[in-house]
């Protein structure tokens, strides 16, 4: 029976190489590997097919069920395996879904993920409101500030262009625009 690895990676500076050791030591035939964020819906080594799929006998997991980017779309993806005869195995919490006990574990461990995704976006929000409430808000600071557009005011009423005004400011159009915009 072929095994099947996936390892991914969310950023451009991470490496795959602990995963790949993890799944060589599982004894992989092959593995896939995807460099996407776990919120991504669609990642290229997921559209892959899993070769002879009556004979893979777990596709391994590199790291804290790496498949997930929801509990609802690891349960999905999870299904979608066992209706193929496929098991998870992932190699970190030692989950096991062709086992009534990995699943029990898996389903857990799951909700335990998404359960922590959800206090972050909670405490994120809450975060940020609670700075909004003390007068900060989020973002950039602007380009053009007070005095720039009162210059940029001063310039066109003496005949400029706002795409003049803009380039003597050194501030881009389309912020002169929404300045002017916004202050209207």
């Given at each position: 029976?072929?095994?099947?690895?996936?390892a991914?990676?969310?950023?451009?500076?991470?490496?795959?190489?602990?995963?790949?050791?993890?799944?060589?030591?599982?004894?992989?035939?092959?593995?896939?590997?995807?460099?996407a964020?776990?919120?991504?819906?669609?990642?290229?080594?997921?559209?892959?097919?899993?070769?002879?799929?009556?004979?893979?006998?777990?596709?391994?997991?590199g790291?804290?069920?790496?498949?997930?980017?929801?509990?609802?779309?690891?349960?999905?993806?999870?299904?979608?395996?066992?209706?193929?005869?496929?098991?998870?195995?992932?190699?970190?919490?030692?989950?096991?879904?062709?086992?009534?006990?990995?699943?029990?574990?898996?389903?857990?461990?799951?909700?335990?993920?998404?359960?922590?995704?959800?206090?972050?976006?909670?405490?994120?929000?809450?975060?940020?409101?609670?700075?909004?409430?003390?007068?900060?808000?989020?973002?950039?600071?602007?380009?053009?500030?007070?005095?720039?557009?009162?210059?940029?005011?001063?310039?066109?009423?003496?005949?400029?262009?706002?795409?003049?005004?803009?380039?003597?400011l050194?501030?881009?159009?389309?912020?002169?625009?929404?300045?002017?915009?916004?202050?209207?």
């Amino acid at each position: 029976m072929a095994r099947i690895g996936y390892a991914r990676v969310s950023t451009a500076d991470q490496d795959f190489a602990l995963q790949r050791d993890a799944l060589a030591a599982a004894d992989c035939d092959h593995v896939f590997e995807d460099r996407a964020s776990g919120a991504k819906a669609d990642r290229p080594a997921e559209a892959v097919e899993l070769p002879d799929h009556q004979h893979v006998a777990a596709a391994h997991i590199g790291k804290r069920l790496r498949e997930s980017r929801s509990m609802s779309h690891l349960i999905t993806t999870v299904s979608e395996l066992e209706g193929r005869g496929v098991g998870l195995r992932s190699l970190t919490e030692q989950i096991d879904t062709t086992t009534a006990g990995g699943r029990l574990i898996f389903h857990l461990f799951g909700a335990l993920g998404q359960f922590e995704r959800d206090l972050i976006r909670e405490r994120t929000r809450a975060g940020l409101k609670a700075a909004e409430a003390r007068g900060r808000r989020g973002g950039r600071k602007p380009v053009v500030t007070q005095e720039k557009l009162r210059r940029a005011r001063q310039l066109m009423a003496k005949g400029l262009t706002a795409r003049e005004a803009a380039a003597r400011l050194k501030v881009g159009k389309t912020a002169l625009y929404n300045a002017l915009q916004r202050q209207s």
